[in-house]
């Protein structure tokens, strides 16, 4: 439980920080989050052990062998490391480089550090922006903090990285309109860490046609995903090469064959959380400028499509890698000063208030829920490995569980 508690420490004390330094202590807390990776190695049932030994394998490879993986022999890799070599190419690189350093921990810590980092960034930009008071920040930050499954992050590595980039860019892409050639290059990375960038990109594309007349449209289509899209995959297939191709067939495997792997189901506390986002966003598209229109209409579109996927529970449940950062900022607006009444662009009245009043309160007490939830079940997976002695005595790489 050292983790989580930690987590709650930093959180609070952040109430202590005089305002104009609070931007500085969010960055520091990133850091401080990620560096408890370090003391964190896993036995081999693990999924960050898995990703540790594809951390190994890169290691094995000279710097010609990783760019040119069709014109050198690779020798004994592992199956799921050749598959990370030709599908994701920009992970296997950064995979490579904490190889050679010798510190295969280094990678799930530049990961986590990403994902907290570009988080409480977003909550310092948008403080700045509607001068926030200083309580109100302290929520926003408290909520991201515990929001975030550790656990999660540190096993899956490459979708949670994918979410805080993607959500950090559509952002500014946007609602800030600001850095748009950074943003598209920001896009066209994401399919090199994570076949799940394509979905992004595809939504993001769908916004260019996302007005009030082909909303609803949009909406149907992407509630009905498992049903439609796979039969388009099919017909796309033959046509598509490279990592477009693996990914679709990916996605075709997932809708087609895949049904709740493991005894695996749907989150019902994830389902709820989903719910309240999209309930709040639908009710705070219409205040908001053109600008945050789209941006809650690309929110509103993930949902569909991750309930399209409740018979697939594996994507489901990873659809909160991008719903919680895209979906803080709007939750950060509600509760700013005066309930966030001046980011809207129209007249408030009470009754509306207290909707958007109730609606963060549930979102605030399901995020704390599942905070505790996660702590009874989730990060006492944890507690073995939770220690520098532990490290020192088992810090070694086997051969995985997969392979026994």
Same mark, same amino acid.
């Given at each position: 439980m050292l983790i989580p508690f930690f987590i709650l420490v930093i959180s609070f004390l952040s109430l202590f920080v005089p305002p104009h330094k609070f931007k500085h202590y969010m960055y520091i807390s990133a850091v401080s989050i990620a560096f408890f990776v370090f003391f964190i190695w896993p036995d081999n049932g693990f999924d960050l052990y898995r990703n540790l030994l594809i951390v190994?394998?890169?290691?094995?490879?000279?710097?010609?062998?990783?760019?040119?993986?069709?014109? !050198?022999?690779?020798?004994? +890799?592992?199956?799921?490391?050749?598959?990370? &070599?030709? @599908? #994701?190419?920009? %992970?296997?690189?950064i995979s490579w480089i904490a190889a050679k350093l010798g510190i295969?921990?280094?990678?799930?810590?530049?990961?986590?550090?990403?994902?907290?980092?570009?988080?409480?960034?977003?909550?310092?930009?948008?403080?700045?922006?509607?001068?926030?008071?200083?309580?109100?920040?302290?929520?926003?930050?408290?909520?991201?903090?515990?929001?975030?499954?550790?656990? !999660?992050?540190?096993?899956? +590595?490459?979708?949670?990285?994918?979410?805080? &980039?993607? @959500? #950090?860019?559509? %952002?500014n892409d946007v609602v800030e309109q600001k850095g748009k050639l950074?943003?598209?290059?920001?896009?066209?990375?994401?399919?090199?860490?994570?076949?799940?960038?394509f979905l992004f990109i595809a939504?993001?594309?769908?916004?260019?046609?996302?007005?009030?007349?082909?909303?609803?449209?949009i909406i149907v289509s992407l509630l009905g995903a498992n049903y439609i899209f796979p039969p388009i995959a099919h017909m796309i297939l033959p046509y598509t090469s490279g990592i477009l191709n693996m990914a679709i067939e990916k996605f075709i495997r997932y809708t087609s064959f895949r049904q709740n792997i493991g005894g695996m189901h749907v989150s019902t506390k994830l389902a709820i959380l989903y719910l309240i986002i999209l309930f709040i966003v639908l009710v705070f598209e219409k205040q908001l400028s053109f600008q945050y229109y789209k941006y809650c209409g690309l929110i509103i579109c993930t949902?569909?499509?991750?309930?399209?996927?409740?018979?697939?529970?594996?994507?489901?449940?990873?659809?909160?890698?991008?719903?919680?950062?895209?979906?803080?900022?709007?939750?950060?607006?509600?509760?700013?000063?005066?309930?966030?009444?001046?980011?809207?662009?129209?007249?408030?009245?009470?009754?509306?208030?207290?909707?958007?009043?109730?609606?963060?309160?549930?979102?605030?007490?399901?995020?704390?829920?599942?905070?505790?939830?996660?702590?009874?079940?989730?990060?006492?997976i944890l507690e073995p490995y939770t220690s520098i002695d532990y490290f020192m005595q088992n810090g070694n790489l086997e051969d995985p569980w997969w392979n026994e």
């Open positions: 190994n394998d890169m290691g094995k490879l000279n710097v010609f062998q990783l760019l040119h993986i069709d014109s !050198f022999p690779l020798g004994e +890799l592992l199956p799921e490391s050749l598959q990370h &070599l030709k @599908s #994701y190419p920009l %992970y296997s690189f295969y921990q280094l990678l799930p810590a530049c990961i986590t550090f990403i994902v907290y980092f570009l988080a409480v960034k977003r909550i310092g930009e948008i403080s700045k922006k509607i001068n926030q008071k200083h309580f109100a920040a302290f929520i926003c930050f408290f909520l991201t903090l515990i929001s975030y499954n550790y656990l !999660f992050i540190i096993s899956n +590595l490459r979708h949670p990285l994918v979410g805080a &980039l993607f @959500s #950090y860019a559509f %952002y950074v943003c598209y290059f920001i896009y066209i990375m994401l399919p090199l860490i994570h076949s799940i960038g939504l993001r594309l769908m916004l260019i046609f996302y007005n009030r007349y082909t909303k609803w449209p949902i569909m499509f991750a309930f399209s996927m409740t018979n697939q529970s594996d994507i489901f449940n990873r659809m909160e890698f991008i719903l919680l950062p895209l979906g803080i900022p709007i939750v950060q607006e509600l509760i700013s000063q005066y309930g966030g009444y001046e980011v809207f662009h129209t007249n408030f009245n009470l009754k509306k208030a207290r909707i958007y009043q109730l609606s963060v309160l549930c979102f605030f007490i399901v995020v704390v829920m599942n905070f505790f939830i996660a702590c009874k079940k989730d990060y006492m």
